[in-house]
């Protein structure tokens, strides 16, 4: 990426959006380790009353085209890309999904909030009830694109604005998405007034209340994937999110995934200017790394402290 482009990322500062606070205490500074689409360095910030972990400053609207490069990898993650690692990740995320999904009428009508290039979309079109009825929304044209080009339903805009009638929704899902946004819970109240009473929200995002945070929370966490997570949870903090979008909490767990583990190690190495050839053992294509953290984190699932949290949200009947 050209210096201009690099330089072209504005930063504007913000507050906690669950409870509007400015006293935000730093935990952590890092940069975009992954993309290198700025040069700035960010500060991750802790709530001292709804444990939110947030950037502040964080880059503006203006700024997403550049902090999400057209190689981002949620615009395209295909099999011809990332392998063994995109067959076993398709496996384990349709049993995930068809799992949240017990219980649904064969005709239910599933949203996909953030739905990238529809993989999540496409596996439940695969593996899912025929009856099912999937839409998605997302708000970069890129993913829109590959989403379509998959043959499916997907909206360019905001949940906030999408055309689907209130109360029609059976089941959304809201993966890697949450922590991307500027307003979490004007995001969760759209999709709450989109759910049928007592339809159901899947979320997943990542857990700072993990020990791969606790261990690398100061500058090479994962999880931050500094500059474009920009609100990041913990159980407590989760729960104070629902509470504050209006929404009743069915269950609050951890999942296992590796992610956040091997990109901490990743960040660290590019960070001492390692070779490439070492750097590359820790990717999302990186299968031997991959499958070695997924067993480690699987652990610390047995014990509430997955990397990531999986959620249950519910709209009241």
Same mark, same amino acid.
């Given at each position: ?73 949620? $615009? ?5 890309? $990332? ?10 995320? /349709? ?149 504050? /979008? ?72």
């Amino acid at each position: 990426m050209a210096a201009d482009e690099r330089e072209s990322v504005t930063l504007e500062n913000v507050a906690c959006c669950i409870c509007g606070g400015v006293d935000g205490t730093p935990v952590g500074v890092g940069e975009d380790f992954e993309y290198h689409t700025t040069s700035h360095s960010f500060l991750a910030v802790r709530c001292p009353r709804c444990e939110l972990i947030y950037l502040d400053p964080r880059p503006t609207p203006a700024s997403l085209p550049v902090i999400y490069p057209d190689e981002y990898h949620a $615009f395209a993650f295909d099999e011809e890309q $990332f392998g063994l690692v995109h067959k076993v990740r398709s496996r384990l995320e /349709a049993r995930r999904l068809l799992r949240a999904g017990r219980g649904l009428p064969a005709d239910a009508h599933v949203l996909d909030v953030g739905c990238g290039d529809g993989f999540h979309l496409d596996l439940l079109r695969q593996h899912g009830p025929k009856g099912w009825q999937l839409h998605g929304v997302d708000t970069d044209a890129r993913a829109v694109a590959a989403a379509r080009g998959r043959g499916l339903d997907v909206e360019e805009q905001p949940v906030e604005t999408s055309a689907l009638a209130p109360g029609s929704i059976d089941f959304a899902l809201c993966i890697q998405t949450i922590e991307h946004v500027g307003d979490p819970v004007a995001i969760l109240r759209a999709i709450g007034k989109l759910l049928k009473p007592g339809g159901r929200l899947y979320l997943i995002t990542d857990n700072t209340g993990s020990p791969d945070f606790k261990i690398t929370k100061g500058r090479h966490w994962g999880g931050y994937h500094f500059p474009r997570h920009w609100n990041l949870f913990n159980k407590a903090s989760m729960r104070k999110l629902a509470e504050a /979008a209006d929404l009743e909490v069915a269950k609050l767990s951890t999942t296992t995934s590796p992610v956040n583990w091997t990109y901490s190690v990743r960040n660290t190495l590019v960070d001492w200017n390692a070779p490439s050839w070492m750097v590359n053992r820790f990717s999302l294509k990186a299968a031997p790394a991959l499958a070695a953290f997924t067993a480690f984190d699987t652990a610390f699932t047995v014990i509430g402290r997955g990397a990531l949290l999986r959620v249950i949200l519910r709209r009241p009947q």
